[in-house]
């Protein structure tokens, strides 16, 4: 049967109270949706969200620089002498005692020295601090000397002088310039076999080649001024690095000095932290056999 048909057989009456109760209910409907209306507003703006900062993690753990003045403070103890400290004597822990030690009075210095006049230490000690003629034997408990041993013409006689004068246990500081730092970087490299030389036969055998070098190299000299300059440097014993090293050098002088040589010291402590100008050394001296 067709949608047509079942039409016809639905009496007008129930069409009329149908089409009555949906048109009821559609107007009932829109009555609800427009109280809706009017009781809605819209929700206030959201603000965004600030973005989430992570805390950054704790530092990691870092040691304090090593220095000379903490190197000193575990190694130096007691009574002892620093040699040439001029105008930057080396900071010693509480309850160390240090008497000065230079070749000249505090006046001469000043005079040699103007740029750091109002800071030089005066000296306790007038004496050359490569051979410590007038103090006695076994007396320190330790020695200090940086930027000394490149200044000496014989670097392991300077050592037997600085032992002679240490108590047994006592202890040899010392700040030595590695030449990579410098302004001896374009300088030939002193072998060990070469300062074992300079100690037997005398300095005088290799003055000459230091001072040329020096002067050829550092002051950039040639011709007759470099043979002029050179005379001079040596007639006037002139003060100049004479020998240079890096830390593998250093360690070949000490180990030659103590095997091949024979003087009694362990080698403690060795710092080098490039690029910081100078490789620390602490020896102590050996106590005699039991």
């Known amino acids: 049967m067709r949608l047509s048909q079942l039409k016809a057989l639905i009496p007008p009456a129930i069409k009329t109270v149908v089409r009555s109760q949906l048109h009821t209910g559609l107007t009932r409907t829109e009555n609800q949706l427009a109280s809706l209306r009017s009781r809605w507003s819209p929700p206030a703006p959201v603000e965004p969200s600030p973005p989430v900062v992570e805390a950054p993690p704790p530092p990691a753990p870092t040691l304090p620089p090593i220095t000379r003045q903490l190197i000193a403070a575990q190694y130096l103890r007691g009574e002892g002498l620093e040699i040439g400290a001029l105008s930057n004597p080396t900071q010693l822990p509480a309850g160390v005692r240090v008497r000065y ?110 001072y040329d070098e020096w002067l050829r190299v550092i002051d950039r000299k040639e011709g007759e001024e470099l043979a002029r300059l050179t005379e001079d440097f040596i007639r006037n014993g ?43 050394w602490v020896l102590e001296v050996k106590k005699p056999q039991a």
């Not at 000394?148 to 246990?169: M, Q, S």
């Not at 020998?243 to 050098?249: D, L």
């Open 101 to 210: 030690v230079d070749v000249a009075p505090i006046d001469v210095l000043r005079a040699r020295f103007p740029e750091v006049a109002d800071r030089i230490v005066t000296p306790d000690i007038v004496d050359n601090g490569e051979e410590l003629g007038t103090v006695a034997p076994e007396s320190q408990d330790f020695v200090i000397a940086n930027h000394v041993l490149e200044h000496c013409e014989d670097p392991i006689g300077t050592l037997k002088n600085f032992i002679r004068v240490l108590r047994p246990g006592g202890i040899l500081f010392m700040a030595i310039p590695d030449k990579r730092f410098t302004f001896d970087l374009p300088r030939a490299l002193t072998s060990a076999a070469h300062v074992v030389e300079d100690h037997l036969k005398g300095p005088e055998v290799s003055r000459r080649a230091h």
């Open 238 to 280: 002139t003060n100049i690095h004479f020998h240079v090293w890096t830390f593998n050098e250093m360690f070949e002088l000490f180990s030659a000095a103590r095997d091949q040589l024979g003087l009694p010291f362990d080698i403690k402590l060795a710092f080098l932290d490039p690029p910081c100008l100078e490789v620390v």
